[in-house]
């Protein structure tokens, strides 16, 4: 409701009260004034008939009847006009309405008249309001009788009524007049005070620059002067709160290290982007939630909560990929507290690559000079007149100073990858490949390796840096050469597609184990190899090719960074894999044994390969998945499996096993095997060689007594992080307690 309307209803209510009270004070007076008016003209009348009474009921032979006509006669000179006599006693002698006998004495008026004053009284008679009025009948002094009339007060009530009707009329043209005045006065003097609640509801809606001026100088006028003075100085303090946010926030939120801001109740206040990449979580999933809530790790959630201040913990997760992340809690006014959390992954992963290199540069040094040693003093010595013997030897130190030299071009090669910017040129792709392709015959020979080519026929010309192109090529073209055993084929492709062509290399080697596929172009990574004619040089080939794209690309103004989506489906989607009947993803050459990443980019793709969820045509025809599975989650019917019901799901949530799955079926730590070795499309791939993580008696003891996550060591978190389980720490004690049995099982 409005001021205006309260206002006006309150002078309104003020007016009508008034009225009221007025005209209930007018009506008393008046109902008062006719009273008195009634008793004055019933005593003025009592005093004219005592004279005549009093001789009557004085006369020497009364006669009762005579009297009783005698009053009715001269009652019956007015209508509704009643005449009694009494005795002094208070007792009715004659009466035109009253039957004798009937005593009196207690009524108010004969009370009065007893005491030689004229009474008189209001009240109901033979059922009708009537005024009562005696007075005593003296004769010589003495009083010998009283003398009461009757009236009806009807004509008290009628006029007073007629008064009240016109009270009430005039009253209601005054309150419609009132009201009309009210009305306007109250408008008028509302109306900059209106104007002023206007301009205070849009600044409220944030609109600071409305204006308006103060006409009055009145109340409401320095109250619109000081609202005008408010309002400027909060335009010019929320001005400056808006840069010191826009400043704070893109401070917050492009910083590298992952940041989460809590209250003193841990609730979660802001994160940046960074944040939400490391943990794979989205903004909706933190913000306003309490950070036990969260799908963060319980070690940061701890951390976030109970963490001391300053104090820098080390802590490795395992989801959405494998992390080391260093932790420090920062103080935040007003009890709040910042949790910073810096990726330091590719740090230590460097340390580790380093330290590596040196040990394997220093064993690489070392072997070929002391070769080189042992058979320069050989050539100086013992075979110093061997003329076979020095060529034999001569022939070991050139291998050995060929391995120094190719050594040191590797490591001149990425170092000046990484110095020397683009040189862009025009020159015909196919002719390149060929000149490549001629460069490895010697060496393809020399490893009894088929080297082929798949080229269009026509020259495309393309515009880049050539030496570039072909040192990508080179490392490639000698990692697949290198890899693949005797017999086996490399191809050297391309294909043409829309404002671009793509050049690829494709070999029948042993390929690459799947925990090194996320570390692929990394510097000085090594893959161990039981095999040692397929162990790694250097490890800085595939990193030189990553940096040339990664170079290419950013002078291009493109980037890419990681993403996180449903690996499965983009895989299928975008061309990359199939559909098994398992819901696997099956990729070309890998099989279903791989570890998807996505990556988006802003580099405009000439052609869009988004394609319709497809299953391997050799499902068609194959069940063996199906039989395989132990609880039948592989429907004939449909693609998608009944998730639910698989096994994976149940080892993978806490809650004991449904008894409707055996113990002979359990055959992981962490998830089911079953559907893909026994799948055709990994026969080829099962066997590929590559190493291990093993667990010590007293690690598997720390996991069969579930000491604490938080309490474990070091080692095997690392060991649980590299096999990306250890946020499935809290099932592995159920789960590894099963496959004991059923080992146990079987023995028996």
């Known amino acids: 409701m409005s001021l205006w309307v309260r206002l006006f209803l309150t002078f309104i209510a003020c007016l009508l009260l008034t009225l009221i009270f007025l005209g209930m004070f007018l009506g008393f007076t008046f109902n008062q004034y006719y009273k008195e008016e009634l008793i004055e003209r019933l005593t003025l009348e009592a005093r004219v008939l005592e004279p005549r009474v009093k001789q009557f009921y004085t006369s020497s032979s009364p006669d009762f009847n005579g009297y009783k006509n005698f009053v009715r006669e001269l009652a019956s000179m007015q209508v509704g006009l009643g005449i009694t006599v009494l005795n002094t006693d208070g007792v009715v002698e004659f009466s035109s309405w009253e039957s004798r006998g009937a005593i009196w004495s207690h009524l108010p008026e004969i009370l009065a008249v007893q005491k030689r004053e004229i009474g008189y009284d209001f009240r109901p008679i033979l059922g009708e309001m009537s005024v009562s009025v005696s007075m005593p009948m003296s004769s010589e002094s003495i009083v010998i009788g009283m003398l009461s009339l009757k009236y009806p007060a009807a004509s008290v009530y009628s006029r007073v009524w007629q008064v009240a009707r016109f009270i009430i009329a005039t009253f209601f043209i005054a309150l419609l007049i009132g009201a009309f005045s009210i009305y306007n006065s109250v408008k008028i003097q509302t109306e900059p005070l209106n104007s002023l609640i206007e301009v205070a509801g849009e600044i409220s809606g944030g609109n600071l620059d409305t204006t308006f001026e103060a006409k009055t100088q009145d109340e409401v006028g320095q109250l619109a002067r000081a609202l005008q003075v408010m309002v400027t100085r909060l335009k010019t303090a929320l001005n400056e709160a808006s840069r010191e946010k826009g400043r704070f926030e893109a401070m917050f939120q492009n910083m590298v290290d992952g940041l989460m801001l809590t209250d003193s109740s841990s609730k979660v206040l802001l994160v940046n982007l960074s944040m939400l990449t490391i943990f794979g979580v989205s903004s909706d999933e933190m913000i306003g939630n309490n950070v036990t809530e969260t799908k963060l790790p319980s070690t940061l959630v701890d951390i976030a909560i109970h963490g001391e201040v300053g104090l820098e913990t080390e802590i490795h997760i395992g989801r959405p990929s494998q992390k080391v992340l260093r932790v420090r809690i920062a103080p935040i006014e007003q009890e709040g507290r910042l949790t910073i959390c810096e990726d330091v992954t590719r740090m230590r992963g460097l340390e580790a690559s380093e330290r590596e290199f040196i040990q394997y540069i220093s064993h690489e040094l ?40 190719n050594l040191v071009n590797s490591l001149l090669t990425y170092q000046r990858v990484r110095d020397i910017g683009e040189q862009m040129e025009r020159f015909g792709a196919v002719q390149m490949l060929f000149d490549v392709h001629d460069r490895f015959i010697p060496y393809a020979t020399k490893k009894k390796v088929m080297i082929e080519l798949d080229l269009t026929e026509d020259e495309i010309v393309i515009i880049a840096n050539k030496d570039r192109i072909i040192q990508v090529l080179y490392n490639l073209i000698d990692n697949a050469l290198r890899f693949t055993p005797e017999n086996g084929r490399v191809t050297i492709g391309m294909t043409v597609e829309p404002k671009r062509i793509k050049i690829y290399i494709q070999d029948t080697g042993i390929g690459i184990p799947k925990d090194y596929l996320n570390r692929l172009g990394e510097r000085f990574i090594k893959i161990p190899r039981k095999d040692e004619r397929f162990a790694t040089n250097v490890g800085l080939g595939i990193a030189i090719c990553k940096e040339i794209l990664s170079t290419i690309l950013s002078k291009q103004g493109y980037s890419f960074e990681r993403a996180i989506l449903p690996m499965k489906l983009v895989a299928v989607r975008s061309g990359l894999g199939k559909y098994g009947k398992n819901n696997l993803c099956y990729v070309d050459g890998m099989g279903s044994y791989t570890r998807l990443e996505a990556f988006y980019t802003d580099y405009e793709f000439p052609i869009d390969t988004w394609c319709e969820k497809g299953l391997m045509k050799s499902c068609n025809s194959c069940s063996l998945c199906q039989h395989a599975c132990p609880t039948q989650c592989i429907p004939q019917d449909r693609l998608l499996i009944h998730a639910d019901h698989c096994l994976t799901y149940f080892n993978e949530n ?11 079926s359990h055959n992981a730590l962490i998830g089911c095997m079953l559907c893909q070795i026994i799948c055709p499309q990994n026969k080829k791939y099962f066997e590929i060689n590559q190493d291990t993580i093993t667990f010590t008696e007293e690690e598997i003891a720390c996991i069969l007594q579930k000491t604490p996550r938080e309490n474990i060591p070091q080692a095997l978190a690392k060991k649980l992080v590299d096999l990306d389980i250890y946020e499935d720490y809290p099932e592995l004690q159920r789960n590894l307690t099963v496959l004991m049995n059923k080992e146990h099982s079987e023995m028996i």
């Open 366 to 405: 070392k072997t070929p000079l002391a070769s080189l040693g042992a058979s320069v003093e050989t050539v100086q010595t013992t075979a110093k007149s061997d003329k076979k013997a020095q060529i034999k030897f001569l022939a070991g130190m050139s291998e050995d100073v060929e391995r120094l030299t």
């Open 654 to 664: 806490e809650g004991d096993f449904p008894p409707s799955i055996p113990v002979q």
